[in-house]
């Protein structure tokens, strides 16, 4: 039923037949590389297979310059995130059990699923145009309702209600709720967009307002167009509610039904946000799980941590995953480095607004979260303007009215921590925290939103010192090392071109 759902909108109301063409490549090339080819090389060929075949939809569509027209790339987008997790997910299954960790444990595929099983996964209308993405084995266990099994020593009083055989349980109100406010973000977006929009912005008009005021205006060009996506999603994720593909289980703190197994925004999260972590990690959840968890983790060699590969491959991934816009690799690299910064900050400032035990806040913390907060909205309006307009000229011309004060203020705290400033910070921390018990550090996380490292600073350090090794391992073993002069590059491509130059 579903599939002639997905198919009523591709080809009756959107007029996507070649979008259809497009997905049944994708789909059919996934499925064949996951059936007949073995090793370890096997989910990589899918990955380059399925990220290839959508580079090029993102390069006809940017070619097209219509990136407000409705085509197949952003369906194409959840597809290549649920199919390379199907060719992984089928790697796994085929791998022995104690080489896996828990999370590929659950979600590893020992035998290939039938094709009307797979065009199911594929076509599963409510994330087919905007996500969310899914793992095949969430997506078997909800076709099987074992995703609803009730673990031993339940309270019966806990268990959610299900109408007569019906093994999901009652989820109407849950998705009622995310479709009202899907909708009010909607005709929100509507309304703002009208007033806050890229003509605006690249306007004659937009340099007669004072400084503020522009950034006032990016402030709320970046808030109305993150309404279009919060409407879209809270819908796709309420419709994943109503069919119980959203259920999560029972909450053990608040006895009651979790439906945000497909959760994919959290729009107070990111505009209540202090830092660029909970900014960037409360956007796009499940594009981030799927960054970390199908490439971060899977290109770290086992038993070792992730370093500088797993985070450029992340990060190219990322960026590769968005499109080819000039705009959002404006974003990313700059994104890259206000995490660094927020970093620090975060380190060598914020501990002294906290007692020295670092477990409550002092009487001036209010006034560091005031600043934080307002420094972290400015700095991600400005970082995100690529992000709207797209082109190279537009974005430039956009951050040369505001006088590029994100790039500024990034480049004066990076010149500040490398400065001695540092290091007198830890001392001055050091001494007033000298008596106080120090907490246990938590692990951080080391990869946040858009596929980013969490600590830039680190992973170039990581990076460097990876060359080092590289290039003392070679001496031991006697290699030679040296950089070829350009007389020596030109011969050898003279020789594999047969011609002179």
């Known amino acids: ?50 990220m290839g075949h959508m580079s090029i939809s993102h390069i006809d569509r940017q070619f097209l310059s219509r990136p407000d027209k409705i085509d197949i790339t952003g369906a194409q987008m959840v597809l290549v995130m649920k199919l390379t997790s199907f060719c992984w997910n089928v790697y796994d299954g085929r791998m022995s059990q104690s080489d896996l960790a828990e999370f590929q444990r659950e979600r590893a595929l020992p035998k290939l699923p039938s094709l009307l099983d797979y065009a199911g996964y594929v076509l599963f209308f409510p994330s087919l145009f905007a996500g969310p993405s899914f793992d095949y084995a969430d997506y078997r266990r909800w076709i099987e309702t074992t995703m ?7 309270d019966p009083a806990t268990v959610a209600k299900t109408r007569k055989k019906r093994r999901i349980p009652q989820s109407h109100t849950p998705a009622t709720i995310k479709a009202v406010i899907g909708v009010l973000w909607i005709l929100l977006f509507l309304r703002f967009s009208g007033w806050y929009n890229t003509g605006l912005v690249l306007g004659d008009k937009f340099v007669k307002y004072g400084f503020l005021r522009r950034i006032w205006i990016l402030q709320m060009l970046g808030f109305s167009t993150r309404m279009k996506y919060y409407g879209v999603w809270y819908l796709t994720e309420g419709a994943c509610i109503l069919s119980g593909m959203g259920y999560k289980g029972i909450n053990p703190k608040t006895g009651k039904v979790d439906w945000n197994r497909l959760q994919n925004v959290n729009p107070w999260g990111i505009e209540t946000a202090q830092n660029s972590h909970s900014y960037l990690g409360n956007w796009n959840m499940n594009t981030n799980h799927w960054l970390r968890s199908y490439m971060y983790l899977r290109v770290t060699p086992k038993g070792k941590k992730p370093g500088f590969r797993a985070s450029l491959a992340t990060f190219t991934t990322s960026a590769f995953w968005h499109g080819f816009y000039p705009g959002y690799y404006l974003s990313f690299v700059l994104a890259a480095f206000i995490q660094s910064v927020a970093q620090n900050f975060r380190r060598h400032v914020r501990p002294f607004f906290l007692t020295p035990d670092g477990q409550q806040p002092t009487s001036y913390k209010i006034y560091y979260d005031i600043v934080t907060y307002c420094a972290t909205q400015t700095i991600f309006s400005f ?70 490292p969490a600590d830039p600073a680190k992973a170039i350090d990581e990076a460097i010192q990876e060359i080092n090794n590289e290039v003392e391992l070679r001496r031991q073993r006697g290699q030679s090392i040296s950089v070829p002069t350009g007389a020596e590059m030109k011969a050898t491509v003279e020789d594999k071109l047969g011609k002179k130059l």
């Open 148 to 154: 609803f099994d009730v673990p031993p020593g339940t």
């Open 383 to 452: 970082t995100t303007v690529p992000f709207v307009v797209l082109t190279l000229p537009s974005s430039l011309l956009v951050w040369a009215r505001v006088y590029f004060y994100a790039i500024v203020a990034t480049g004066a705290s990076m010149a500040f921590f490398a400065s001695p400033a540092k290091p007198w910070l830890r001392n001055k921390l050091k001494e007033r925290n000298q008596h106080a018990l120090q907490p246990k550090s938590k692990a951080e996380n080391p990869m946040v939103g858009l596929g980013l």
């Open 1 to 50: 039923m579903q599939n002639r759902v997905s198919l009523f909108y591709l080809v009756g109301l959107f007029d996507l037949w070649a979008g259809i063409r497009t997905i049944f490549i994708s789909s059919a090339g996934a499925y064949l590389i996951a059936a007949y080819i073995e090793g370890p090389l096997m989910p990589w060929i899918g990955f380059i297979f399925l």
